[in-house]
């Protein structure tokens, strides 16, 4: 404030002295002939290419007194080994910078503004953490800050996951009692359908530890362990188990309730350690809108205005269609967001290098 009315001073005083030497006609001869032995008034008739001289000169002097010789230059661009931030080991570096200032200006972050991270007691915003340029000085943070922003997104991704998946089985057990078999069929043909948000999901977290943006470390709040586990797990039961029904009949009971069997024990494990993760997620996540819970999708799957007419003729299987349409959907949006419009693909420089071997 006090710079600004320097300037608001200094500006106003040029225009009156201005105005005062060439509109002031009674201008003693005095006071004339004193101006002549200011420099300014011996300037020559080039006084542009002067006035840029002596601004340069001005500007260099305020460069070399008021940066370099304070150290700002050494703090903000450091050459001096003692004053460059220790770069962890196995993480290449530049390959982290590249990646996060390629990434950081596409156009999925703007899904996420609807959560924040909480870091060191403060409330990060998305826009916060990816408007910077990386650089060597900021890397290691900003690495920290879009990691944690990464496992709280795809945290709510696996939640609201398994939300759905628990709702499309309630509806199984309590609305589609009569065509429990069917009902499950459904289930298991969107559960393969989501193979792909779970590829992009996986591809997304395995490029971000390949270019250092994510090294992993148990006990940081920006580790996507869990979240990477998760994924894994769920694509391991789909490469392992034929859930899509296709070579068997849609009669043979056996089948389907064994595969019910292997699902439910991954699906409880699953359900078991993202509930224990979500009692710290307020902790490291600042979400705008409740998670919506399994009676909320149930409600809203049964609502008539969402049923329509199919194949077939139940009103119990009306409602898991649409459950399962809804979960489609869900699951197509994700891979769009969450790997497409966050630009993973564009880091080709990195999908060659090494996974860290705690992820193999």
Known sequence: MKFKNL??????????????????????????????????????????????????????????????????????????????????PNTNQNDGIEALNIIRKESGWKKMNHISIVYFGKHLSVDHIINDEVSNINFQIKKDHVSQLIRCRFTEIMKNYRTLFSAMFYICDKDAYDNYHKCLIELFSSFVKSKQMLEYLYEALVTLNRSSIWSVNYFSKSNLQR????????????????????????????????????????????????????????????????????QYYVNYFRNPENILINSYPENSMQIMLYACNFFDSFCENVSKSCYEDLGFEKLSHCKNKELDRKLL
């Open 7 to 88: 300037i608001k001073f200094q500006m106003d005083a040029s225009i009156r002295v201005d105005d005062f030497f060439q509109n002031n006609k009674f201008m003693s001869n005095c006071l004339i002939g004193d101006t002549k032995k200011i420099k300014i008034a011996e300037l020559p008739n080039n006084l542009e290419s002067v006035r840029k001289e002596i601004l340069n000169k001005f500007f260099n002097e305020i460069i070399e007194v008021w940066y370099k010789n304070l150290g700002f230059e050494e703090f903000i661009k450091p050459k001096t080994a003692g004053f460059i931030p220790p770069i962890p």
């Open 227 to 294: 979240v990477f586990d998760w994924v894994t797990g769920f694509l391991n039961l789909l490469e392992n188990n034929d859930f899509s029904l296709k070579n068997i009949d849609h009669n043979e009971i056996k089948a389907v309730e064994q595969l019910l069997v292997i699902f439910k024990n991954i699906f409880h494990s699953f359900n078991t350690q993202i509930s224990s993760d979500m009692k710290i997620y307020d902790t490291l996540c600042h979400k705008v809108d409740k998670f919506k819970n399994v």
